[in-house]
């Protein structure tokens, strides 16, 4: 049972096709003393990423704080489609949007 357990593990770690990295055309990172951040990058595919958040008082007392974020995200479907996602995380929660999302 180990060696059948090994030879899976070897299958699965085994490249999957000849696929190759996707080279990243741009990257740009920031993090402050605050607490504050942001980043973005874009690889050679067209995705692009971006994201920055900073530190908030989320409950009634001073050491309740909590990083607030917001980014989006986009990349090319298949059919050639952009999808793109803007989102926040926040006290609230997580909060997406998105023209290929369902809404209520």
């Given at each position: 049972q180990i060696i059948a357990l090994a030879f899976l593990a070897v299958a699965l770690a085994a490249?999957?096709?000849?696929?190759?990295?996707?080279?990243?055309?741009?990257s740009n990172s920031e993090m402050n003393a605050d607490g504050s951040y942001s980043f973005n990058f874009e690889s050679a595919d067209g995705t692009k990423v971006s994201e920055s958040g900073s530190q908030k008082q989320v409950g009634p007392k001073p050491e309740d704080i909590g990083t607030v974020?917001?980014?989006?995200?986009?990349?090319?479907?298949?059919?050639?489609?952009?999808?793109?996602?803007?989102?926040?995380?926040?006290?609230?929660?997580?909060?997406?949007?998105?023209?290929?999302?369902?809404?209520?």
């Open positions: 490249p999957q096709g000849d696929k190759k990295p996707i080279e990243i055309v741009s974020s917001k980014g989006s995200y986009s990349y090319t479907s298949p059919d050639g489609v952009v999808i793109t996602v803007n989102w926040t995380a926040d006290e609230n929660g997580f909060q997406a949007t998105g023209d290929h999302l369902p809404t209520p």
